[in-house]
Every structure is written in C-alpha cells, then in structure tokens.
C-alpha cells in the first residue's frame, strides 16, 4: 500500500475517533455512556477502516509472492547433459566426473573402466546409462567397440547383446546408442532393443545421429518416453565450437522446458568439460541441471525400475 493511501486511512480513523469523543462531551452530566449504536457505528468505521490497510498489504504481498512463483516456475526448466563414451579412461573423464552439477553418463560395456566409471558417477550423484554401440552407415569396425549391435544379427542374437550390456554396466538406469545410425532406423531391431530395455525397467535415450531414427516412434508405442538428444556439444573438435553448442542450448531453453544435450570425453573430452564448467552459472539462470532419470519421470511420468542391474561385490 502506498503511503498517500496509508495516510489517508489514517485520517478517516482519526475523524472516526474525534467523531466519537465530541458526541461524549458532559452536557448536564459528569459522566456520560455512548449507546450501543454510537459505539456499534464507531467500531464498524474503524473496522472498515483497517481492513482495507490489511487487505492493500496482503495485494502487495500476494503480487510479490507471484513474482517469486513465476520467477520459481521459470528455474523449474531442466537441461539433461548426457557425456558420451565413458569407460575406457579417455581424456575428460575425471573432469566430468567432478563437475559441480549433475549429468548422465553414458558408460560403453566391456570396456577397462566400465565398472569404475559407472560406479564413480553413481557414488558422486550422476545418472548412469548404458552406452550401446550399433552399428552406423560409414565408419571404422574398431570405433564401434565391443558387444556392438548389427544389422544382421538374429533377433536371439540382438536380444542377447543387448542383456549382456546392460549387466556390464553397474547402476544403469538407462541407455542410449554409440554410433548407430543404421540400426536406429532398423524397425526389427530397435524394436527388440526397447523391448529388453523396458523388461529390465530401463528407458533409451535416442542419440539421433541419424535425422530417420524409429526410435521416438517405436518408444511411445511400447509406453516408453520418446526422449532424444536436441543438441550436440562437440560435433566438431574446438573449444569454440563447444561454447558455441553451449550459447544454442541457452538459446533452446528460451523456447522450450527442457533440453537434452550430449558431450564426449576422449578427443574434446577437455574442452567439453572446461566448457561446461565455465558455462554452469549462465545454465543454471536459464535451467536446473538434472540427471536424464529427473526429466523422464517428471516430463513423461516413467515409473520403470532397474531391475538385474549388476553393482560390484564392494559396493553392496
């Protein structure tokens, strides 16, 4: 409330009071009783009075808390960053293992530091995936890695692949694809992948390296969330292309709720991790970081639980 009006309340209760007192003056008798009604009508006046105060304070407060819900409503925006190819010690790795928010980790099976990464990222409070290698259109046999998802696999043989994986990788709650952009858009396969996902309470996290992936598709149909990546952060190499991806995910979160972005350890492993650490208090104006399982659940409302995922003997 403003002080003009305040003030102006103030007289009205002046007036009121100095109202009473004149009609209270002695005539014919020391003492004299107001009636009922003059002090009904009195008490009414002032009542009226004050209520109007509290109410103009409580418009002014109620406005001020809308304010901080919008402002609450606005920092409730998630971004999920997924870093890529973990498991083998590769350069970035401790780095984002010890970035001050929380990220995914997309661990490969198989692999020397499968078991340590993954149990790390667990104990320090990121989200574990698996981090599936399938089979792409063009690229180097040995980029895949070990366990590697193709085409021409048997359903058995898919199916069996793809449970190993996931047993491998400790504290896994999720999975997304390494390469892959021949066999995501493999309806057979992919079909088959979800599938052994959703019996061992996992989600897939389509990476989309290839713009005709069926995974979306196939996800909402089995009742699983469609949750893909939007943006790369290191598609080319250079600390500058990394801070760029970085400005176009602020970007995105001015249009959109959430955001799912995907780095890599290894060749940019270092400028990935700098990046993001530099970049963490410009995010989290515009975002709260969130581990990929915070945003399935509360975007799509996944209830799935991990179930027969392996964690080491020392760790039970």
Known sequence: MSKRRKLRMRNIIKKAIQSFRNRNEPTCAPIYQPSTKVRRTVMV?????????????????????????????????????????????????????????????AVMPFLPTTKQDATEAHMRGHDVIVHLPMEPK?????????????????????????????????????????????????????????????????????????????????????????????????????LAHVNRQIAKVIEWLDKNDTCVTIGHVGVSGMYTSSALRSAVPALKDHAKFVG??????????????PINTTIPSDAQ
């Open 138 to 238: 063009q690229g180097r046999p040995e980029w895949l890695g070990p366990g590697a998802i193709k085409a021409n696999m048997t359903d058995d043989e898919v199916r069996a692949k793809v449970t190993a994986a996931i047993k491998d990788v400790p504290y896994a709650i999720g999975m997304n694809n390494h390469m892959g952009s021949k066999v995501t858009s493999d309806k057979r396969i992919m079909s088959i992948v979800l599938d052994v996902c959703k019996e061992h309470g996992l989600f897939f996290v389509d990476s989309r390296t290839n713009y005709w992936s069926v995974v979306p598709e196939l996800a909402a149909a089995k009742g699983m969330p469609p949750v893909r990546n939007d943006i790369f952060l290191d598609d080319a190499h250079t």
């Open 292 to 305: 990929i399982s915070d945003l399935v659940h509360s975007v799509w409302g996944w209830k799935g639980k």
């Open 45 to 105: 006046c002032i009542s009226v009075c004050l209520m109007f105060m509290v109410c103009g304070n409580a418009w002014s407060m109620g406005s001020d808390f809308a304010k901080a819900l919008d402002k609450q409503e606005q920092r409730q925006k998630m971004v999920a960053v997924i870093i890529d190819d973990m498991g083998n010690n590769m350069k970035g790795t401790k780095q984002i293992l010890e970035l001050p928010v929380k990220v995914t980790v």
